[in-house]
T-cell receptor, first 112, second 116 residues
Framework: GENVEQHPSTLSVQEGDSAVIKCTYSDSASNYFPWYKQELGKGPQLIID?????GEKKDQRIAVTLNKTAKHFSLHITETQPEDSAVYFCAANSGGYQKVTFGTGTKLQVIP | EAEVAQSPRYKITEKSQAVAFWCDPISGHATLYWYRQILGQGPELLVQFQDESVVDDSQLPKDRFSAERLKGVDSTLKIQPAELGDSAMYLC??????????????FGEGSRLTVL
């Protein structure tokens, strides 16, 4: 089955700096890569996603890049704000019923 | 805005007892998922339903866990007997995804289980 690795596990940045989270996946058949943000006491919420036929996607301060050859994808957050502090999960989608496999998470702390 | 409803939010039980969690997905979402999230880790899929049918339960410990979605709407996840290692957050998610298309998972706020 699919295996998704994510790093770093924790990340502290100063407000206004950029943050980068990286993930690798194992199943070359995976075709959809969402990123979820989980705030304390809540369920994960989708913030951005990218499909395998696209190399990069941007939504305001958030961008995601995908390298299919190397089987890795990254989340970039620019001009970080305190409200960006949360746990971020990458995920990969594969299989006949579109199973979603999550990474282990990155706890991002934005220091005011 | 439509939400995925889960109950109870918190459950404390003793080992060997039975426990059940309930999930009501967003109306019209055919796909329903139960994930287990151990503290500090990512969600792990336990079971995936397409309407009332189970399409993936490969990671469900079937000797103690069961899940049903009888009418293809709400769902129940049961653990009997509970073990100490079952302490975790149990997340329900729903989606309009099918075997042919991908899409967003909408998560509930989860049910946090503590087994003493």
């Amino acid at each position: 089955g699919e295996n998704v690795e994510q790093h770093p596990s924790t990340l502290s940045v100063q407000e206004g700096d950029s943050a980068v989270i990286k993930c690798t996946y194992s199943d070359s058949a995976s075709n959809y890569f969402p990123w979820y943000k989980q705030e304390l006491g809540k369920g994960p919420q989708l913030i951005i996603d990218i499909r395998s036929n696209v190399g990069e996607k941007k939504d305001q301060r958030i961008a995601v890049t995908l390298n299919k050859t190397a089987k890795h994808f990254s989340l970039h957050i620019t001009e970080t704000q305190p409200e960006d502090s949360a746990v971020y999960f990458c995920a990969a989608n594969s299989g006949g019923y579109q199973k979603v496999t999550f990474g282990t998470g990155t706890k991002l702390q934005v220091i005011p | 805005e439509a939400e995925v409803a889960q109950s109870p939010r918190y459950k404390i039980t003793e080992k060997s007892q039975a426990v059940a969690f309930w999930c009501d997905p967003i109306s019209g979402h055919a796909t329903l998922y139960w994930y287990r999230q151990i503290l500090g880790q990512g969600p792990e899929l336990l079971v995936q339903f397409q309407d009332e049918s189970v399409v993936d339960d490969s990671q469900l410990p079937k000797d103690r866990f069961s899940a049903e979605r009888l009418k293809g709407v709400d769902s129940t996840l049961k653990i009997q007997p509970a073990e100490l290692g079952d302490s975790a957050m149990y997340l329900c998610a729903s989606s309009t995804r099918t075997s042919l298309n991908t899409g967003e998972l909408f998560f509930g706020e989860g049910s946090r289980l503590t087994v003493l």
